[in-house]
């Protein structure tokens, strides 16, 4: 059975900084492309950041609000992706989702409460 849970979600001041991890059982989070979501009430989820699997540093995509900020990353080791998260703003709140993706298969996380406020 796949399963992909996400932790590090908070409350953070504007300016702060949260790490989100993401840790997958069933499957072989390597072989994976890898992507972190999110999503606010009444608004459809957007990509935040994506990976590819075997791609190295420097070739991930971020969406235009976070690019600079965000920091998508994994540990093949532990199995494991992460999203460091600096700078937050007010407006980076939303629940955040991990997602595992290859042919024949989409696995989603049941997500992560990130709130950014004074």
Avoid: H
Avoid at 16 to 23: A, E, M, Q, T
Avoid at 59 to 72: H, L, P, Q
Avoid at 82 to 99: G, I
Wanted: aromatic share 10%; with cysteine.
């Amino acid at each position: 059975q796949v399963q992909l849970v996400e932790s590090g979600g908070g409350l953070v001041q504007p300016g702060g900084s949260l790490r989100l991890s993401c840790v997958a059982s069933g499957l072989i989070f390597e072989i994976y492309d890898t992507a972190w979501y999110r999503q606010v009430p009444g608004k459809e989820r957007e990509l935040v950041a994506s990976e590819n699997s075997g791609s190295s540093d420097g070739s991930a995509n971020y969406a235009a609000a976070v690019k600079g900020r965000f920091t998508i990353s994994r540990d093949n080791a532990k199995n494991t992706v992460y999203l460091q998260m600096n700078s937050l703003k007010p407006e980076d709140t939303a629940v955040y989702y991990c997602k595992g993706d290859r042919v024949g298969g989409t696995y989603w996380g049941q997500g992560t409460q990130v709130t950014v406020s004074s």
